[in-house]
């Protein structure tokens, strides 16, 4: 990242039209403002420790908002939305936002609901879009999961865009993972080629919050509190049994932020498992030794485990998956076996129970904090498309809501730093070793 | 503000002793990181209309964390923690982490809660303090309230510094809001008169997140959450009935950030009220004219007021209190009987149901979110205070965690500002006119 | 109750039409069951102490349930669907099994909701009926309210025949209290002195649970799930002040279940107050004194009041409502005011909260419970008019659904006896005098 | 069961001790009455159908409660509590309502807490009781779990009978299922065998409401509502993709009442399964066939089962476990694997999400109702003990607390009658076939 015209974002043309929303441009008349172009949110807020304060500024996004004016007249917007990949609490929140902002107080009327993913763009699964308007996505905020299916696979760019071009939309909002938004750059490439004027905006959905320029994605909050149900029934199991054990494995397939959150917000796990800090099951420093101390010491455990944590163990012992090694082995089940095979190994009577609450926390429906969250990121993603940009997501960074390029977002996964302050923080809750292994020497 | 020297922390003195803690100080070791006296967190982080690229590093604010080397012996420690005002969410979760950091990390043992606030040093009240360790705050964050008792008044500078020296305590943790910090600032002073050794750290507590230099104060987050809750119910009796309304009100005194929020959080509400946005209930464009053209649209109508709102339209009917301004009449009940009133004189069958969740918020106990939070709050004051450091807040801002100087944190409130974005998208979500007045022009 | 004839149920005519359920009426087939007109449920079930055993099974109600035969052909029924008064959880519940009992088990297709209670007959007030299907109420259950909109009122019996007429309905549910259920009743008579074929099948809806012939009911869980959540609040306030008291008023204006049962599920009320047991404030066995006594005690109280308690109290002082004693007055706000009062006069620094959850309570959706026994009554209920049924409503007893006369279920009210396992169990848990009163010596 | 003597509850010997309660004897005083032992509830309440109307009455159950004289001198008592088994919410409340009744209402000032079920009192483990006063158990209501620890086995009857003779305990309360509840007759028997006045009262645990003579079991309505979120993530999960199907394994080894109860309060359901009604997968009646038709007429289905459904499928199929024939094989990982296969086999593009939540239900904190019922039933089980009563169990039937005979309680099973009204509800809700099976004919 050398400047900070990385972070411009594309755009379809001149934007010539007034805008319907009644802000004002003045400051100081106490009515809420549009936002100008040159309004910029740096990227990096700390400095020292070899970060030079001089460069700080370098970096910064662009700020999110409606503007005053507009690319697209919105009598003429044919708005299409598509939800790709996993369930995520507070998709429907998105939906809902994207189509009361587009109808509501730009007055499009025509918006549609792509069905199942980019696989409702096929034109072999025959797939109609479902119409939206306002009464359709009334209360969908109080469901979990996408009144529009979702679905993985379906990312054949020149289809999509030949179904752009048939069903006349010149608005698509993708909401999906890095995936979704990969293909949603290359289909904003193909739509440049054939000269098409579509704006195509995405909203970053990872409940795992292993994306890039995102403060927290969308379903978290959510998600956290969930695992934290999971959690208390773990402490709870363990606490009434003898030797008790609580295993809980939560997602989080390359990041362990949920794994992370939910040990803080509990205070009652013991051992925080995560893809970023290796971890080893034999030796003095061993996962297996720590638990007997652990056991030793307070009679229960409950140990917190993030999906993508330990996959070189399972490697080790040469469960990986028959199509290669791109799908996670289940660490949670291994654990399970490993930790209740020792124990009866050493004669212990011991108990574990193993929890994974994983549909259940997607499956849920967005909490007050998510919901405020999806209403404005829905809002923001229609005045970034309603203004012509393109190639971007719509995002909050440093508390403010921010486009951010897509190619800037996708090229890289954003992952718990074990240096970093968070991590310190679960060290401390859990009073675990700063790390499971044996050939590491603790200061 | 002219310069970032305003942020510098006072300090007891110099740290001589290594701390306990297992951290380094090397990056890229993979172990968690000490954090160092020049590491700053920028106060603005949005530049562009007027703001200047250039100045935007001047201000900012020191990171907290754990230092590598400390100022107290933790054998010597006496730490004392009050909790002042009003009941928010997450008090017993920032007690409960303070003891366990400085029992757990660093080995404190000399830990004693003052009673019902600052009116626990009065020597007249004989409220003996209670001794707290890591079994006695074992499971309080799951419960509202504070196990400590919390009160008003008892703000006898000289009384407390006698008290704290009685005691033989050299730590002492604040947590309440601007007035309880202001006297907390008053204790230092008259500490360093006396040539004292005692740390005074602030944990700020306002639930109506109205302080300045927090993201977002402990408590708040769960307070929207529950406050959703009434603004469901009002939303639930305003549809079942004809001509419905539902009237809710939540705290909020100067700042309507509640309010704002839970308008967001639930896209149920037709009019937000706040503090910082005034209103009139007469007239074409006010409040009661409003209602009924909302009633003649959709048949049902949710008002949410935040208890500052229209506090101006209370002294204009004369209904201020007895001993001056200070104390706020009562807007709920106010717009309650004017509005009921109103429709009854122009003769339509309408009803209007009025919930004020104002207890059930401040007692209940902290979210998952607010949970983290607090843990996170507490383990940094005492952070703090191990260093040495003195007359400040611990705080989050720009998501990370930092040291403020108490004196700029009360100088001034934190409030809605009507130009934000914030404000911009509870006018989009409510639909409501941008002013409930005749005398300012809408766009 | 001399016989169990007052028990059998009115009915339009004999049942000649095959019931199209795929049930059998062989016991041993493994299939479940048409009930047949021969099955009874005893309505007392305990003796002893005066009652005689022999006696015992006089009285019976008739069981609900699909009956073999039934009286009207499907494909001529137009069923109406009417909620009357104040709002309950469940009140969807109930329409949306009605709905889906109607069209899916019997193949109705023409049902009709009436808008707001009995006012949606009144020819002056021009409103049509809402057409019902299993679509439109396939979500309604997990909101609170009811879609159909209530309202007090509109109790004209030869208007409302007159609509059922013009509709040409000759099915309708009345869901009510014993306001409306009269009304339903007076309506089954003009209905039969016209000669025509209309049944009406009530399902009785009491918040308070003051209906005769009914085990609990609907929304009455729920109720004292959320008064829970009021009576935790009061007590957290209570605890964390000096002297600190709550107060929390309920539903029940002339039987005290949910203060009754809400003391048993919280275990934190210190008194309970209902409408069938008078109290006094004064005298050394007063409720001011005894609360004194506690705070010495135990320095916080708990008071939990239903909204028909101390009725004798306010009229003592005057204070009764202009349009004579129908209306209650607040005993709620009466209290909060003397025993603040008290505390002031006696020179005691204490504080009371008070809380009023009463329409967080009606508005919120029905827990699991509630929404199980809302979708048997309902099924129940359509299975009764399905056979010709009318005059009655459906209700459980003694674990099983029945049928009962609305006269014998309106003729009297149900209430708390102070000498029944209840209250005794609520005097245990509370330990509050047996009476709040100088006038009665306690044993 | 040939009479009421059956029902006649074993006495250790004469009350002759006045009760400590303040209670009358006197119909018509106002004041809570204590229960005389000629107070019956009758066993069946219903009849028609082959069942004798005059032989009703001949079968009763002795009421529960405070007796006005009681057998132990409150002074004299050393009661011990212990929980067997697996958790179940509710055990933490049971043991508080036993603690505090016999302190607070009694005057019994020793009680003990025996570890881990029957095996705290095995010597060998050296696990000595746990002291219980009030102030211990104040908050415990509020947690899952069991304070004391529980653990299946220890069931060794001379051992238990050594260990209460020298522990000097006069009265043993055994909260377990019926293993528990018969290892606690054996112990009874042993008692009398000695000649020692020892009381062994039980409280009935079972999750799956698998007892008789229980109206509902507790813990069992908070299942239930636990459950509840679970299908809701699973009807999600399902609604959210292509041919999408949920699947939730929920509790009953042997009935299958929380999958019955959980299908009528979501409506979510499509397929509930049961033990006692037994299943197929092939078959143009069979599960999948069924499923296939499910989804080509709504695109989706959620699938409940209860642990126990389908045995004899997984026995065919070899799956049972070494050691015989009494663990149950995992029917939910079960019919995972073969619906999955199935349908890529048959080549359709469908997805199926499993969800076993037992362990977050178990150990969930008892909801209201469940806490209401918990409070009485420790209540009622010490009023028991205190009046000498022994080998017995505390239940409540048909609305009514009772004492019932342990023998009479664990000679059988409770299950899910397939003719009963409970599962002809069910059968409506889900529209599932009467039987999944060939060989039996639909109506």
Redesign the interface.
Known sequence: MSSNFDFRIKSLGECKIPSP????NI???????F??E?????HS??????RD??N??EF?LE?A??REKIFFNPGHVHAGIVTCGG?CPGLNGVI?AIV??LW??YGVRRISGIR?GY?GFMPEEKLSPMPLDPDVVD?I??????IL???RGGSDVIKIVDALEQLNMNMLFTIGGDGTQRCALEVTEEIEKRGLKIAVVGIPKTVDNDLKFI?KSFGF?TA??KA???V???H??A????NGMGLVKVMGREAGFIAA??T????DVNFCLIPE?PFELEGENGLLRQLEKRLERRDHAVILVAEGAGQELLKATGETDASGNKKLADIGVFLKDKITQHFKDIGWNASL?????S??I???RA???D??YC??LG?NAVHAAMAGKTGMLVSEW????VNVPTQMAVHQKNQVD????L???V???T?QP??LKDD?K??
């Open positions: 929303m009644p802000f004002s400051k100081g008349d106490s009515i809420a403002n936002v100008n040159d309004q910029y949110v740096l807020v700390t400095y020292g420790e070899n304060k001089e700080i500024h910064a700020m908002g409606p369930l809902r009361r902002t509501q107080r199942y696989v209360d905020h109080n469901m979990g999961g996408t299916g979702s679905a403060d909050d956290v509190s934290e149900t999971a208390h029934a773990a709870v199991e606490k009434s049994a003898m959150h939910t803080l917000a509990t205070s800090v129970k193993y929890i994974d609450p549909y259940m997607r499956a849920s909490n007050p904090n919901s405020l209403a404005r809002a440093n508390n403010s809501f074990p240096e970093s302050p991590w310190r923080d060290l401390e809750a009073q700063i790390v590491i603790k200061k």
